[in-house]
């Protein structure tokens, strides 16, 4: 924990978007899309601070952008969004949309392995700019942007940066369970508070996405603040010079987080951030 060091002061602070910026819709699988003033005011002041600000999260970029026009920080082309998409496997900056680095991998096995347990699953690869390839239509707001019906073999049937593999019909434990079950070592995954399957490549993650933002930046892991909530934040809470989980995270989460601030609906980021930047 980075944070114990007499005078010590975030140079950049990583925020997950769903569960942390944006609080869940109860008992739906999609957020309020509202920044709550609280939370808005604190990112700011620490940006005024100096801090560089940094969107990280498992949403395709299309669906960051627009979470980052709800910040208002990008005034000019200095002040560009520095952005972590995909659970790592995309960094861009925004405005506009403007790749920095992309890893892709061979989806296919990993994806025909989960579809014989859960033959009825969703399938998602986004289609950027537009929205997802999809096997069937996913619930209403799950996805950003548009579906487009397309056969599972043509969603995967070239590199990607990432899959969504979801069953409405499942709970988030069979996801755990069968994932360790199909020994998914060649590829990465995350499973999300619902029957979610994000798989990414290997060694992709948040952390590894930040790595490469902070090493454009000049900065060391020691100088990161990471706030978080989910199972795809473990790697970026453990990396960050201080990682802390939101009060809502289950217990594998904030195991892995230096501290726990209040609950999204407390608005947690705003008192982790009012520590540091009051």
């Given at each position: ?31 309020y899309e509202e920044i ?5 005011a604190a990112i700011h ?155 990414t490549p290997k060694g ?75």
């Amino acid at each position: 924990m980075t944070a114990d060091v007499a005078g010590w002061q975030p140079r950049l602070v990583a925020l997950d978007i769903d569960g942390t910026l944006l609080a869940w819709v109860d008992g739906e699988g999609q957020t309020y899309e509202e920044i709550r003033p609280a939370v808005y005011a604190a990112i700011h002041r620490a940006a005024t601070a100096g801090a560089r600000v940094v969107l990280s999260s498992g949403r395709s970029p299309h669906g960051m952008t627009r979470i980052a026009d709800m910040l208002d920080m990008h005034d000019g082309d200095d002040e560009r969004l520095w952005i972590v998409a995909s659970n790592g496997a995309v960094v861009l900056r925004y405005p506009p949309v403007d790749v920095i680095h992309e890893e892709t991998f061979d989806a296919a096995p990993a994806v025909k392995a989960v579809l014989e347990h859960h033959p009825s699953a969703l399938v998602a690869v986004e289609e950027r700019g537009i929205g997802y390839r999809v096997n069937r239509h996913f619930p209403d707001g799950e996805l950003t942007g548009e579906m487009i019906i397309t056969d599972v073999d043509d969603i995967v049937g070239e590199p990607v940066s990432r899959v969504i593999i979801r069953d409405p019909e499942a709970t988030a434990d069979d996801f755990v369970d069968l994932a360790a079950k199909l020994g998914l070592h060649s590829i990465g995954y995350v499973v999300g508070w619902t029957a979610w399957l994000d798989l990414t490549p290997k060694g992709v993650h948040k952390a590894s996405g930040l790595q490469r933002v902070a090493d454009e930046l000049g900065l060391e892991s020691a100088d990161v603040l990471a706030i978080g909530d989910g199972r795809n934040d473990i790697e970026m809470l453990e990396w960050a010079g201080r990682g802390v989980a939101m009060g809502q995270a289950i217990e594998e989460v904030r195991a892995a987080a230096d501290d726990v601030t209040g609950t999204v609906h407390e608005d947690g980021v705003a008192q982790e951030l009012s520590r540091w930047f009051p």
